[in-house]
């Protein structure tokens, strides 16, 4: 893996290669569903369900990888993926991610062979997977630390990822969606839940990744929940979900609806990544996760990307 940290980096200018990865997105060579998962309501994933989830590491030995304090990055391009900026911002350089696993069912320290998982008496596999080297981050420009606003980055990598049905990138909100329009609607949450820092504390359940659906609520009605410090952070850039059950999905999870193509499901995209997750201070039963909107900066991603 690359030494050293990534270089930060911003860029102005939109690159007309990336319109042809839009275009491509459009053909559904993104955001893959198969309505046989999406109606299953099974809490851990098919092998090759949601595979745009990445996992961040910052080095350690090859046989003991380390990950990057629960850190999950979205692939949306072959060499690009979105994490929060707050992830990228360690204050020691050996902390900093220097690379991402893709493709990886199992949150265990194995990240060089495929995981098989046995379920109502049916095997299911997956390949090794894939780690790539980061190369650089664009963190955004307004992105103030401790603050839930513009918490929001991008992985350049050094090269493609291989794409295949165990990887697969997520799609873009589309440019025609209206902000707020999701209030009160069921949305599909995915990724790795936060395990604890002593591996003998770690059940085989807590490392596979799962999927969960909630429903995104009012700004108004979470900030009735909310403890003070989360509260003042709010703003409209804040999509709030709620739920009767808390899974503890790890920073950058990736909050997704769907297009629908001849009165059918045709692919998930980008609704938001997950920044804060707490219980809510009035209501013991409700669980409240927050996720930053992407669509605000669709924009700000394709002049970034290459």
């Given at each position: 893996?690359?030494?050293?940290?990534?270089?930060?980096?911003?860029?102005?200018?939109?690159?007309?290669?990336?319109?042809?990865?839009?275009?491509?997105?459009?053909?559904?060579?993104?955001?893959?569903?198969?309505?046989?998962?999406?109606?299953?309501?099974?809490?851990?994933?098919?092998?090759?369900?949601?595979?745009?989830?990445?996992?961040?590491?910052?080095?350690?030995?090859?046989?003991?990888?380390?990950?990057?304090?629960?850190?999950?990055?979205?692939?949306?391009?072959?060499?690009?993926?979105?994490?929060?900026?707050?992830?990228?911002?360690?204050?020691?350089?050996?902390?900093?991610?220097?690379?991402?696993?893709?493709?990886?069912?199992?949150?265990?320290p194995n990240t060089k062979t495929?995981?098989?998982?046995?379920?109502?008496?049916?095997?299911?596999?997956?390949?090794?997977?894939?780690?790539?080297?980061?190369?650089?981050?664009?963190?955004?420009?307004?992105?103030?630390?401790?603050?839930?606003?513009?918490?929001?980055?991008?992985?350049?990598?050094?090269?493609?990822?291989?794409?295949?049905?165990?990887?697969?990138?997520?799609?873009?909100?589309p440019a025609q969606e209206i902000?707020?329009?999701?209030?009160?609607?069921?949305?599909?949450?995915?990724?790795?839940?936060?395990?604890?820092?002593?591996?003998?504390?770690?059940?085989?359940?807590?490392?596979?990744?799962?999927?969960?659906?909630?429903?995104?609520?009012?700004?108004?009605?979470?900030?009735?929940?909310?403890?003070?410090?989360?509260?003042?952070?709010?703003?409209?850039?804040?999509?709030?979900?709620?739920?009767?059950?808390?899974?503890?999905?790890?920073?950058?999870?990736?909050?997704?609806?769907?297009?629908?193509?001849?009165?059918?499901?045709?692919?998930?995209?980008?609704?938001?990544?997950?920044?804060?997750?707490?219980?809510?201070?009035?209501?013991?039963?409700?669980?409240?996760?927050?996720?930053?909107?992407?669509?605000?900066?669709?924009?700000?991603?394709?002049?970034?990307?290459?």
């Amino acid at each position: 893996m690359i030494e050293g940290a990534p270089v930060f980096f911003l860029r102005c200018g939109v690159l007309t290669v990336f319109l042809t990865v839009i275009q491509g997105q459009e053909q559904q060579q993104c955001g893959k569903l198969r309505e046989t998962q999406f109606y299953n309501h099974k809490l851990f994933t098919d092998p090759d369900e949601h595979t745009w989830i990445g996992r961040l590491f910052n080095g350690g030995e090859p046989d003991k990888p380390e990950p990057v304090s629960d850190c999950l990055a979205v692939l949306i391009h072959q060499r690009y993926a979105i994490l929060t900026a707050l992830c990228t911002l360690y204050n020691y350089p050996s902390t900093l991610p220097k690379y991402i696993v893709f493709g990886d069912w199992r949150a265990n320290p194995n990240t060089k062979t495929g995981d098989c998982r046995v379920a109502s008496e049916i095997t299911q596999c997956s390949p090794s997977p894939q780690a790539v080297d980061i190369e650089e981050f664009a963190v955004h420009p307004l992105y103030v630390k401790g603050k839930l606003d513009n918490d929001i980055a991008l992985a350049k990598l050094v090269r493609n990822v291989e794409l295949s049905e165990f990887v697969q990138p997520l799609c873009l909100p589309p440019a025609q969606e209206i902000e707020g329009n999701y209030i009160g609607q069921r949305l599909e949450i995915a990724g790795f839940q936060y395990q604890p820092s002593n591996r003998e504390e770690v059940t085989e359940e807590l490392e596979w990744r799962i999927k969960a659906t909630r429903h995104a609520s009012s700004l108004e009605y979470c900030t009735s929940v909310m403890e003070p410090l989360i509260k003042e952070n709010l703003s409209q850039s804040i999509l709030c979900v709620v739920g009767v059950k808390t899974n503890y999905l790890q920073p950058g999870s990736p909050l997704m609806d769907f297009e629908l193509m001849d009165g059918k499901p045709r692919n998930y995209y980008l609704v938001g990544i997950k920044t804060f997750g707490t219980l809510g201070r009035f209501r013991s039963w409700t669980f409240i996760d927050g996720y930053l909107r992407i669509l605000p900066f669709r924009n700000w991603i394709l002049r970034n990307i290459e």
